[in-house]
T-cell receptor
Framework: ETGVTQTPRHLVMGMTNKKSLKCEQHLGHNAMYWYKQSAKKPLELMFVYSLEERVENNSVPSRFSPECPNSSHLFLHLHTLQPEDSALYLC????????????????FGPGTRLLVL | GQNIDQPTEMTATEGAIVQINCTYQTSGFNGLFWYQQHAGEAPTFLSYNVLDGLEEKGRFSSFLSRSKGYSYLLLKELQMKDSASYLCAVRSPSGFKTIFGAGTRLFVKA
């Protein structure tokens, strides 16, 4: 298994559907991230988990609900989304923590391209 | 506020050298990253600078001036496969939060 994997790669859903995005990292990292990438906009950090605890929550609407059951898996549960939520959702992982070298980079998964109709 | 600026698009010729600039204004600084992102793919790590100066890695070099809030990515001997978006990102002191610029789309022409 390579690096960071995400499923599904593509998802089309209606505004009343409930779906979940899955991310798995095989790098032994202790921090995982969800980002949203819309066309021609910067990557937007949504959530950060470190050692399975949420450490960042960037004013994300409650229709996005993250879950981190262990340090290797991260989910993003979606419900009653809006068309403007259509974007590429990227998961990343890194080895982070107090006292560690700050150059520990984030490794990204291939993303889930989401279309909300 | 937090702001990272980089040019939207650049075009360069195969074999040439191109410099992609990035200026930042952030509340706190703990390093600057450059990522490469091909269309439809995930960003991949290129370089990291936390001290002033130039870091060289093969055909790619990255420069940082913390006092000026400025960095650049230098790509030498351009190849067609270098056509991609290049993302500048600043890491916060907490270590977990990284602010990304909107990216510079580089087109390499023959």
């Amino acid at each position: 298994e390579t690096g960071v994997t995400q499923t599904p790669r593509h998802l089309v859903m209606g505004m009343t559907n409930k779906k979940s995005l899955k991310c798995e990292q095989h790098l032994g990292h202790n921090a995982m991230y969800w980002y949203k990438q819309s066309a021609k906009k910067p990557l937007e950090l949504m959530f950060v988990y470190s050692l399975e605890e949420r450490v960042e929550n960037n004013s994300v609407p409650s229709r996005f609900s993250p879950e981190c059951p262990n340090s290797s898996h991260l989910f993003l549960h979606l419900h009653t989304l809006q068309p403007e939520d259509s974007a590429l959702y990227l998961c990343a992982s890194s080895q982070d923590g107090p006292g560690l070298a700050a150059q520990e980079t984030q490794y990204f998964g291939p993303g889930t391209r989401l279309l909300v109709l | 506020g937090q702001n990272i600026d980089q040019p939207t698009e650049m075009t360069a010729t195969e074999g040439a050298i191109v410099q992609i600039n990035c200026t930042y204004q952030t509340s706190g600084f703990n390093g600057l990253f450059w990522y490469q992102q091909h269309a439809g793919e995930a960003p991949t790590f290129l370089s990291y600078n936390v001290l002033d100066g130039l870091e060289e890695k093969g055909r790619f070099s990255s420069f940082l001036s913390r006092s000026k809030g400025y960095s650049y990515l230098l790509l030498k001997e351009l190849q067609m496969k270098d056509s991609a978006s290049y993302l500048c990102a600043v890491r916060s002191p907490s270590g977990f939060k990284t602010i990304f610029g909107a990216g510079t789309r580089l087109f390499v022409k023959a």
